[in-house]
C-alpha cells in the first residue's frame, strides 16, 4: 500500500501540474507512511470497518474454522477470496486518499465527481457524473468496487 501511495501521489503530481497547479514533487516516505497508516487505522464509511481490525478478524476466524472445521480446503479458499476482496478494496481507497492528498497539497481547490459513462454506473453514481464540490467537501465513494474518482477542475 506504501508503494502505491507513492506511485498515485506522483502521478497525480505530475497531472496537476499540466493544470497549472504547483508542483508538488515527491512525498516524503514519512507522509506516505502517515497517510497509509491513517487510512488502514480509520473507520471508512464504504466498507464501515477499520482495515486493521478487519485483517485480525479474519485471521481469527481462519484460525478457529482451521482447527473446528473438516473442510479445510474449502476454508482456506474462502479466506483467500474474502482477504483479496478486502484487499482490492482498501488499494482503491488509498489510491482515492493519496490523490486527494495530492490534490490539497498542490493547491486544487474544486474537484469533479467523474463516472465510467457506461451501462454499469450505479443509480447512486450516475447524478453526482460531473457535480463540482469544494475539495474539502467531496463525498467519499458510496459504496464497494466504484469505479468513479475525484477529477481536478482545471485552474483558470
Not at 506522483?10 to 497549472?20: A, H
Not at 481490525?53 to 474462502?78: F, G, I, M, Y
Not at 463525498?139 to 466504484?146: A, I
Request: aromatic share 10%; net charge negative; proline share 3%.
Amino acid at each position: 500500500m506504501l508503494e502505491l501511495a507513492f506511485a498515485i501521489y506522483e502521478e497525480i503530481g505530475e497531472e496537476v501540474s499540466r493544470y497549472g497547479y504547483k508542483d508538488i514533487g515527491k512525498i516524503s516516505a514519512k507522509a506516505k507512511k502517515a497517510l497509509v497508516e491513517t487510512v488502514l487505522s480509520s473507520p471508512n464509511s464504504v466498507t464501515k470497518y477499520e482495515y486493521e481490525n478487519e485483517v485480525l478478524r479474519k485471521r481469527d476466524r481462519l484460525s478457529e474454522a482451521l482447527r473446528t472445521r473438516s473442510d479445510v480446503n474449502s476454508e482456506w479458499r474462502r479466506a483467500v477470496s474474502l482477504w483479496s476482496n478486502m484487499t482490492a478494496q482498501y488499494a482503491d481507497i488509498v489510491t482515492d486518499e493519496t490523490a486527494l492528498r495530492a490534490y490539497k497539497d498542490a493547491g486544487v481547490e474544486y474537484v469533479m465527481w467523474v463516472t465510467q459513462e457506461d451501462e454499469k454506473v450505479c443509480e447512486i453514481c450516475k447524478p453526482l457524473d460531473g457535480e463540482i464540490f469544494p475539495i474539502n467537501e467531496a463525498p467519499d465513494k458510496q459504496h464497494w468496487h466504484c469505479r468513479c474518482y475525484l477529477a481536478p477542475i482545471e485552474r483558470k
